[in-house]
């Protein structure tokens, strides 16, 4: 009997994980002002300061280090081509598992010197 309401158990705790893993919604969309590529890679210096949502696949983790978070290369489409923004992810967003070849929508700040600095991630 003992042995039955195990397997019952185990039984309906996998359906119970297996319903969560499938039934998650896919992050929010950010809403704000869309970055202009073009001006990014021409002059992104230009852009410090500002705010600016941007959404691309994730390429590579070019940097990671637990004191000071880490900074992705992110592949915007642009038309027929694709261009890549570096974005720094500070330490306080680091519970955000960033995986590679997934799309993501980032708010980011340019801070001096051009370097694009998230503010929320949201996964798409």
Do not use: C
Request: charge should be negative; charged fraction near 25%; hydrophobic fraction near 40%.
């Amino acid at each position: 009997m003992g042995v039955i309401l195990g397997i019952i158990a185990v039984v309906a705790a996998a359906a119970f994980a297996g319903k969560m893993v499938f039934s998650q919604k896919p992050g929010k969309t950010l809403d704000g002002t869309r970055l202009d590529m073009p001006s990014a890679v021409e002059n992104a210096n230009s852009l410090r300061g500002n705010e600016y949502v941007v959404q691309g696949r994730i390429d590579d983790q070019l940097r990671w280090d637990p004191d000071h978070g880490q900074v992705i290369s992110l592949r915007v489409e642009n038309g027929d081509s694709g261009e890549f923004l570096a974005i720094e992810i500070p330490p306080s967003l680091s519970n955000i598992n960033i995986e590679r070849e997934q799309d993501y929508a980032f708010r980011v700040r340019f801070r001096e010197g051009g370097i694009a600095v998230a503010e929320e991630i949201s996964r798409l």
